[in-house]
């Protein structure tokens, strides 16, 4: 196929909080569709100049698979910066959902032939509630962060049928809370008021987003896992803490997880390797596409089945793609999935998205199955005609 058409749209979700969905039009008007939302959003206008390169390189040449483009828009720097490493993974993906399309296969089955990796039943995923995205601002301004909020989020979680809840309890706290260490303890607070309403069978994550350097670290661990915690993410940045997230694995009570912002097979590969990290998680949106991501899900099993599960805060486009490599996979870790953001999130696809005590119903149909809904508020940030 040759690209003709490329957009991307912004959908404002909440607060200041957009979607990022990229649509890419072969010639023959098949569409295919991605997500391109990054954690920090000053940096999209460098993700729509990484955007424009990209597309001149694929101008006027006939693609035929995800290794080709792979290799036309590969860019060194993709592994340090977030934009490129986007822009590279929402084109690779966006263009995936064509092939699939056009072999009239969901995109499952065609990641499936395309690794060659086993027949599976999954017709649903397991997700975990992350509930971190309900309580950073909405439109109105901050909203209430005390434990008991921490908490009836939780319960709100459970009650729609989730096993499993991820917080961020060390999050957006005064400057001075940081400086004296007080948002340790308050921290520590949170997460203990919601292990008091799980039963056995529910498991609580905690998300630190690298607030910790390696002392604290050793010693919040070891609160957290007597609390109960089944994972302890990122205390420190993986890409700058590596060699004390090695040290911190010796000491550790449980899993270490992270590596969300990875790019390429062989980082993930390496984390593992070096016993850097018990649980990776690519995010499809960065980490190379949903092949990528695939590609990554079936090495890291060859040296453990329980070192995989996707990072997915994001809207309903990532989410799909992120549950299709899942389920590709037959991932026995539940994947990530951000709850009650906005109440009528469902509807930003169409078929709308559905999510069943606690599991997420993949659709029907071929490709990713699913399309963004145009009628949903949005604006056309870039609209580029490729000359074929």
Same mark, same amino acid.
């Not at 040759?2 to 039009?25: A, C, H, N």
């Not at 993986?238 to 000491?251: A, G, H, R, T």
């Given at each position: ?8 749209? $912004? ?16 010639? #023959? ?8 939302? @990054? ?38 720097? /993709? ?12 084109? =690779? ?13 969901? @995109? ?36 209430? =962060? ?8 939780? *319960? ?31 921290? !520590? ?27 604290? $670290?050793?010693?919040?661990?070891? *609160?957290?896992?007597? @609390? ?7 205390? @420190?940045?993986?890409?700058? &803490?590596?060699?004390?997230? *090695? ?27 070096? *016993? ?18 695939? =590609? ?10 329980? $070192?995989? #599960?996707?990072?997915?805060? &994001? ?17 026995? !870790?539940?994947?990530?999935? /951000? ?6 999130? #469902? ?22 199955? /699913? ?18």
């Amino acid at each position: 196929m040759k690209i003709s058409r490329v957009k991307l749209y $912004s959908f404002p979700v909440r607060g200041g909080t957009e979607w990022l969905v990229l649509e890419i039009s072969s010639e #023959s008007n098949q569409k295919g569709f991605s997500e391109l939302t @990054m954690s920090n959003y000053s940096q999209n206008n460098q993700l729509q100049i990484a955007l424009n390169k990209k597309f001149k390189k694929l101008s006027g040449i006939e693609i035929y698979n995800d290794d080709q483009i792979s290799e036309l828009i590969h860019n060194e720097e /993709a592994y340090t910066n977030l934009a490129i490493a986007t822009s590279i993974s929402g084109i =690779r993906s966006a263009c995936l959902d064509i092939f699939a399309k056009e072999a009239s296969k969901s @995109m499952r089955e065609y990641l499936k032939n395309l690794f060659s990796l086993p027949t599976s039943s999954l017709s649903s995923i397991k997700l975990y509630a992350n509930i971190n995205r309900s309580l950073l601002p909405d439109n109105n301004g901050q909203v209430e =962060r005390s434990p008991k909020a921490f908490v009836n989020m939780a *319960k709100k979680a459970i009650s729609d049928g989730f096993s499993y809840i991820k917080c961020a309890p060390f999050d957006n706290y005064p400057n001075n809370f940081y400086e004296t260490k007080k948002y340790i303890n308050e921290g !520590l607070i949170r997460v203990n008021e919601i292990t008091k309403i799980l039963t056995k069978k529910q498991k609580l994550f905690v998300d630190c987003h690298s607030k910790f350097d390696f002392d604290t $670290s050793v010693s919040i661990e070891e *609160k957290l896992f007597d @609390m109960g915690i089944s994972w302890f993410e990122e205390p @420190m940045n993986p890409k700058i &803490s590596s060699k004390e997230l *090695k040290l911190l694995k010796k000491f550790i009570k449980g899993n270490l997880v992270g590596g969300e912002e990875f790019f390429g097979t062989k980082n993930f590969l390496d984390l593992l390797n070096s *016993k850097t990290l018990d649980i990776l998680m690519p995010d499809v949106k960065y980490c190379g596409g949903l092949a990528e991501a695939t =590609r990554i899900g079936k090495e890291l099993g060859k040296i453990s089945q329980n $070192s995989f #599960s996707i990072h997915c805060p &994001s809207g309903p486009i990532s989410l799909l793609g992120s549950a299709h490599v899942t389920a590709a996979l037959n991932s026995k !870790l539940p994947m990530e999935h /951000a709850v009650y953001e906005i109440n009528d999130r #469902s509807s930003y696809v169409y078929p709308k998205e559905l999510i069943i005590n606690g599991e997420f119903v993949l659709p029907t149909g071929h490709g990713l199955g /699913a399309k963004p809904n145009f009628n949903k508020k949005h604006q056309t940030l870039m609209n580029i005609n490729i000359n074929l």
